[in-house]
């Protein structure tokens, strides 16, 4: 009895994409908080405009939390939403 041999091609990038795309789901759900450079990773989006055309939004800024002088925060979700929204109003 002789045995069967398989032979599979995996396309590496794809694989890697799509690991990368279910970390990036895991992190979606349960992301808490965000800064700067975690909106910039995320939104693909310049630090200067996210300023200039979201976080000095009044919807935006109600969202933001830091200490005096310190790193600013936003809540995840509420903060992804009212992006939506302005993006909606472009």
């Known amino acids: ?9 995996v396309d590496q990038k ?3 994409k799509y690991i990368n795309n279910k970390l990036d789901e895991i992190l979606h759900e349960t992301l808490f908080t965000w800064d ?3 909106m910039i990773k995320q939104t693909c989006m310049s630090k200067s ?3 200039e055309e979201f976080l000095h939004d009044p919807r935006m800024r109600i969202l933001e939390r830091r ?3 310190g790193k600013r925060y936003w809540f995840y979700k509420e ?3 009212v992006m939506k929204q302005i993006m909606e109003e472009w």
């Open 36 to 38: 700067v450079n975690e």
């Open 79 to 81: 903060s992804l939403e």
């Open 1 to 9: 009895m002789s045995l069967a041999q398989i032979h599979v091609d």
């Open 49 to 51: 405009f996210l300023e």
């Open 14 to 16: 794809e694989v890697r």
């Open 67 to 69: 200490k005096e002088k």
